[in-house]
């Protein structure tokens, strides 16, 4: 019996009838060697549509109502999808997150799958079926429908193929597969041909947009191997490779950035046991993720605690300060949204020295001052000024001769 794969196209490849009758070719190509699960997203920008019209009727709309009409944009693609392979006398059928019980939590816009029914998904397979799945969505105990946040169908895609123990997963977009850095930014960026998981994992956290940060996490944990290609042209796109092999002269493999961010400092906090966990418990049990965390040396008691949030979390995090104003104590509440995030990602950095150095002394050769420095074994992420961050990514990627 041949091999499971999992494709995933994204909304620009699936952006049109002409599209999505192209990627009807490319699943009829790989059915002929391979089992094929097809997991899709909306058309390309049918799901800004969709909010739009929530946003109608006020700025903040009920999360469950919201889930509701975001996710119809996957149904409508999964159908078209289905069709176009009808048309070439191939057997497809479309299914919504509730028809495979896709559970998730219940926090609508950003819910984690809890599980997926790979025997519902594989009885389809085995009946020389292709199961066009809808991607992005999922549904709660009680059966309420929730979207899995922007990006949400490589989740999706990646827990399919792990519950299904797929032989890889095939991201389709729009470009040819990992580069460097972004294109638009570094014109001479380079593809990669391959990435460990580990690096993908920095990458992806860190900005980079070709795959989703979560989904990567699930690639990770269950042993998925995970290609990004294009849908547009012919190409063997790059692997996410789950070893390390041919990285180790790979000193830095790239470069991400995030401009969406917001840094929060508390001015002036006591520094007494438990501080940290009262000021970032509560934005924890708000679902929202916090990443670049500094505490300065305290002085007479008192301390400066620093934290870097997405934007789209800037107005949560202000209420819940203003709740735990009185029990934390502080004496100035300063909010900086120009800022923004480069980092330097590479498994060589591991065994080897000088790379954060070298970045801090090219970047200061050019004028980009760093206001927060955070490092792990492979990666260092430096907070900038917002407007400085394509000079920062060009320098950097040219200092690394990641071009070559």
């Known amino acids: 019996m041949s091999e499971i ?11 049109s009838v002409d ?50 009409l975001v996710s119809t944009g996957e149904t409508v693609s999964s159908a078209l999808l289905a069709m176009a392979l009808h048309s070439k006398g191939i057997k497809a059928k479309s299914y919504s997150a509730s028809q495979i019980s896709m559970r998730t939590t219940d926090s609508f816009s ?24 809808t991607g992005f969505q999922g549904i709660t105990e009680g059966g309420d429908i929730t979207t899995l946040g922007r990006g949400g169908s490589d989740t999706t895609a990646v827990a399919i193929a792990a519950q299904v123990n797929a032989s890889r997963c095939d991201i ?41 940060t979560r989904a990567v996490e699930f690639a990770n944990k269950f042993d998925v191997p995970v290609r990004v290609l294009s ?33 929060f400092t508390l001015h002036g906090v006591g520094d007494t046991p438990g501080t940290a966990f009262k000021i970032l418990g509560p934005i924890s049990d708000a679902d929202i993720e916090v990443d670049v965390i500094v505490q300065n040396v305290s002085v007479d008691g008192k301390t400066d605690f620093t934290f870097t949030v997405s934007s789209d979390d800037q107005s949560s995090v202000q209420n819940i300060i203003e709740e735990i104003k009185e029990d934390v104590n502080f004496r100035e509440l300063i909010i900086d949204s120009n800022i923004a995030k480069v980092s330097i990602v590479g498994a060589g950095m591991r065994s080897q020295a000088g790379v954060a150095s070298t970045a801090f002394k090219s970047l200061s050769e050019h004028d980009v001052n760093i206001q927060i420095i955070c490092t792990s074994e492979i990666k260092i992420t430096m ?22």
């Open 19 to 68: 599209r999505i009758d192209a990627v009807a070719n490319i699943i009829a190509k790989a059915s002929t060697s391979h089992r094929v699960i097809v997991v899709v997203s909306a058309m390309g920008g049918e799901t800004n549509k969709l909010i739009k019209l929530a946003n109608h009727f006020g700025s903040n709309p009920d999360k469950r109502e919201f889930d509701a």
């Open 172 to 212: 389709y977009t729009d470009v040819d597969g990992i580069f460097t850095t972004d294109p638009r930014v570094v014109p001479n960026a380079k593809k990669l041909d391959s990435i460990t998981m580990e690096e993908m994992l920095e990458l992806a956290g860190q900005g980079a947009k070709v795959v989703q």
């Open 231 to 263: 849908s547009f042209k012919d190409g063997n796109g790059t692997l996410i490779s789950l070893g390390e092999e041919n990285m180790e002269n790979a000193l830095v493999s790239g470069i991400a950035f995030q401009k969406d961010q917001v840094k």
């Open 383 to 404: 907070v900038i000024d917002k407007s400085l961050v394509e000079k920062a990514v060009q320098v950097l990627h040219n200092e690394f001769n990641l071009d070559k």
């Open 5 to 15: 794969i999992v494709q995933k196209f994204g909304g620009t490849s699936v952006g």
């Open 110 to 133: 950003k819910a984690k799958i809890l599980d997926v029914d790979a025997d519902k998904i594989l009885k389809v397979v085995d009946d020389n079926t292709i199961p066009i799945i």
